[in-house]
């Protein structure tokens, strides 16, 4: 399950916000809150685009996503 707070913790302390994120990840809004919620899975693609995106490295990366 997603740590959707810890990702949203890194999101805020980026300066960006949920919709730049979900752009980035080429989803909608409403598509990053159902990931976000676990209504739907983040692909493997989408994980490493925000890593990337946001700057994170992969222990915070594991935290948010295989804790």
Same mark, same amino acid.
């Given at each position: !399950?997603?740590?959707a707070n810890l990702l949203k913790y890194y999101v805020m302390e980026s300066g960006k916000s949920l919709a730049d994120v979900a752009a980035a990840i080429g989803v909608t809004p409403a598509t990053l809150?159902? $990931?976000m919620s676990g209504r739907s899975d983040f692909y493997r $693609?989408? !994980?490493q685009d925000i890593a990337s995106y946001l700057g994170l490295d992969r222990d915070? &990366?594991?935290r &948010? /996503? /295989?804790n």
């Amino acid at each position: !399950m997603v740590d959707a707070n810890l990702l949203k913790y890194y999101v805020m302390e980026s300066g960006k916000s949920l919709a730049d994120v979900a752009a980035a990840i080429g989803v909608t809004p409403a598509t990053l809150h159902r $990931k976000m919620s676990g209504r739907s899975d983040f692909y493997r $693609k989408e !994980m490493q685009d925000i890593a990337s995106y946001l700057g994170l490295d992969r222990d915070t &990366i594991d935290r &948010i /996503f /295989f804790n």
